[in-house]
Structure formats: C-alpha cells, structure tokens
T-cell receptor, first 112, second 112 residues
Framework: ETGVTQSPTHLIKTRGQQVTLRCSSQSGHNTVSWYQQALGQGPQFIFQYYREEENGRGNFPPRFSGLQFPNYSSELNVNALELDDSALYLCASSPLAGAEQFFGPGTRLTVL | RKEVEQDPGPFNVPEGATVAFNCTYSNSASQSFFWYRQDCRKEPKLLMS???SGNEDGRFTAQLNRASQYISLLIRDSKLSDSATYLCVVKNYGGSQGNLIFGKGTKLSVKP
C-alpha cells in the first residue's frame, strides 16, 4: 500500500466540459506529479508541484492546470475536454522533488 | 523518435522460461533508469533501479549500457505472477526536477 489516494476512481464527461481530479499524497511527501496514461501507452508527465508551486511541466496545453494545497494534496483541472483526454490519470508523490515517486491507483476519465 | 523505446511485445512464455526485455533511450544526458511493473488496470510500481554495473534482485537482472543507450531486464524462471506490463523508465535532471519518462511498455503473459 503506497498511501497515495485519488478520487474519483472513474469519471465520465462530455466534450467541452471541465473536470477536477484529486490526489492526497503519502504522509511526509511534499511533491506531487501528475501523469496521463492513454490506453496502450506509457504514462506521460503533465506537471509536478513542489511546496505549492509548479516545478516543471510536460508537453500539455494550458487547459491542463493544477494546484497544490498547504497539506500537499493536489488537484488536476482540465478545461474544454476533448475525446483524446480519455485516459488514466495518475498522481505520484515523493518526499523530495527528485526522489522516488509512489503512484496512486489513478482516475479513469472517459470523455464522450 | 520517442525518448524511450521498448520491444513492442507481447511476450507469451511458459512458466520457467527466461525472458529478456530491451529498451533504448535517446537523451544521452539521462541520469537515472528504472524498470516499473504495471498490472492490468493498476498503477505502475517500481520493480528495480538500473545501475551501470548491472544489478540483480532475485530472478530479475537489469543492465545498463550508457555508450549504447540501452537498458535490459532479464527474468529467469518465470512465474505466473510475473504476468504484467513492464515499463522502461528514464529520469532526466534539471528543468522539471526529475520527471519520469516512460516507454510504451511490453506486456508479458506467463502461461502454465
């Protein structure tokens, strides 16, 4: 058990809608990274938060945004959903920005 | 060209077989290397780190060749429980404080 939790586990949205995904990091971890895993692909880095600040971003458009809260939990927000946003969204926490990352179970998003 | 490329698979092997996975990476400045295991519809979990000198953990042996930018994973005496997707992962430093770059994964099915 990694201690990282994510909610909801599954979500269905329609094109153009907005979605918020949530992640609670493992106790003692101050860094949260988000990844998108499309079917049959490896996870792709979206962005990382360290002590409430964005600490790096992958090749995702600005409609993907995030937040980290003082308790180090985090949100991923996606606006103007597109069909290709359908994927498993994984959150990973680590005790330091460059340390081993522990993954949560993911949120499976389906966009119709 | 993708930054991390793996054998496409799938690999279907009998119990007790030895199976090898190969991976290449394109960024010669990559600093850290890993193999992750991902069970169906679950999150990725760290299987082992990969060191230049090669390292072994029970039935699993990982090798790194920096000159060829090549990583391998060898599984000896395969068990049914080894059935999963194996993800080759590279971490680069600087920029985004070490986000993980995943290959597409290679699916392994071990049959009785």
């Amino acid at each position: 058990e990694t201690g990282v939790t994510q909610s909801p586990t599954h979500l269905i949205k329609t094109r153009g809608q907005q979605v918020t995904l949530r992640c609670s990091s493992q106790s003692g971890h101050n860094t949260v990274s988000w990844y998108q895993q499309a079917l049959g692909q490896g996870p792709q880095f979206i962005f990382q938060y360290y002590r409430e600040e964005e600490n790096g971003r992958g090749n995702f458009p600005p409609r993907f945004s995030g937040l980290q809260f003082p308790n180090y939990s985090s949100e991923l927000n996606v606006n103007a959903l597109e069909l290709d946003d359908s994927a498993l969204y994984l959150c990973a926490s680590s005790p330091l920005a460059g340390a081993e990352q522990f993954f949560g179970p993911g949120t499976r998003l389906t966009v119709l | 060209r993708k930054e991390v490329e793996q054998d496409p698979g799938p690999f279907n092997v009998p119990e007790g077989a030895t199976v090898a996975f190969n991976c290449t990476y394109s960024n010669s400045a990559s600093q850290s290397f890993f193999w992750y295991r991902q069970d169906c519809r679950k999150e990725p979990k760290l299987l082992m780190s990969v060191y230049s000198s090669g390292n072994e953990d029970g039935r699993f042996t990982a090798q790194l060749n920096r000159a060829s930018q090549y990583i391998s994973l060898l599984i000896r005496d395969s068990k049914l429980s080894d059935s999963a997707t194996y993800l080759c992962v590279v971490k680069n430093y600087g920029g985004s404080q070490g986000n993980l770059i995943f290959g597409k994964g290679t699916k392994l099915s071990v049959k009785p």
